[in-house]
């Protein structure tokens, strides 16, 4: 366990459905990081929170909804997907942005199919 | 943003030392390198960072070239559970930088 939880590990999801990914830590980090990774693709940046608020889109379509409520838990609200959005989705967090050195704890991932 | 260019991959066998290099010609007085692996089926984890000096640590060494254009990630006696894809990151120290990932190299450890 790394202190960062994702939840589900594994989701199935038609085109047509809605589906949330959740993201927990309790480390006391303040900034939250969304994370796509493709098959024979590197990491893509997707979404940073910092202290609840926004502070990056990384160009990402409007069918990738975030939402960070507070400073533990972020979610990533999925609707009309496509087959080519399956991935492993990170969720990673650090300690807000100004500090001198903050490295990045990172989940397990949710492995997403899109059918 | 300065790049990194790593092997895409190495190979090497268990209790041997490995030299994972790094190259950063274009690196800035203010970035710091940052190592991250991943394991099959897990998340990124952080392994070290460094910005002039070589750093030690309980997973690995990192040894910086006096002119920062390259580094070295050392682990000092690879076991199996070693093999990863590990990640080479320059992050800017001054800035609001995210970690953005490259290919890294795949480390297969030889039994």
């Known amino acids: 366990e790394t202190g960062v939880t994702q939840t589900p590990r594994h989701l199935v999801m038609g085109m047509t459905n809605k589906k949330s990914l959740k993201c927990e830590q309790h480390?006391?980090?303040?900034?939250m990081y969304w994370y796509k990774q493709s098959a024979k693709k590197p990491l893509e940046l997707m979404f940073v929170?910092?202290?609840?608020?926004?502070?990056e889109n990384n160009s990402v379509p409007s069918r990738f909804s975030p939402e960070c409520p507070n400073s533990s838990h972020l979610f990533l609200h999925l609707h009309t997907l496509q087959p080519e959005d399956s991935a492993l989705y990170l969720c990673a967090s650090s300690q807000a942005a100004g500090t001198t050195f903050y490295g990045y704890t990172f989940g397990s991932g949710t492995r997403l199919t899109v059918v | 943003d300065a790049k990194t260019t790593q092997p895409n991959s190495m190979e090497s066998n268990e209790e041997e030392p490995v030299h994972l290099p790094c190259n950063h010609s274009?690196?800035?007085?203010?970035?710091?390198i940052h190592w991250y692996r991943q394991l099959p089926s897990q998340g990124p984890e952080y392994v070290i960072h460094?910005?002039?000096s070589n750093v030690n640590n309980r997973m690995a060494s990192l040894a910086i070239a006096e002119d920062r254009k390259s580094s070295t990630l050392i682990l000092h006696r690879a076991t199996l559970r070693d093999a990863a894809v590990y990640y080479c990151?320059?992050?800017?120290?001054?800035?609001?930088?995210?970690?953005?990932f490259g290919k890294g190299t795949r480390l297969h450890i030889l039994p």
């Open positions: 274009t690196i800035s007085g203010t970035d710091y």
């Open positions: 460094g910005l002039t």
């Open positions: 480390l006391g980090h303040n900034a």
């Open positions: 929170y910092n202290f609840k608020e926004q502070t």
């Open positions: 990151i320059l992050r800017d120290g001054n800035r609001d930088d995210k970690i953005i």
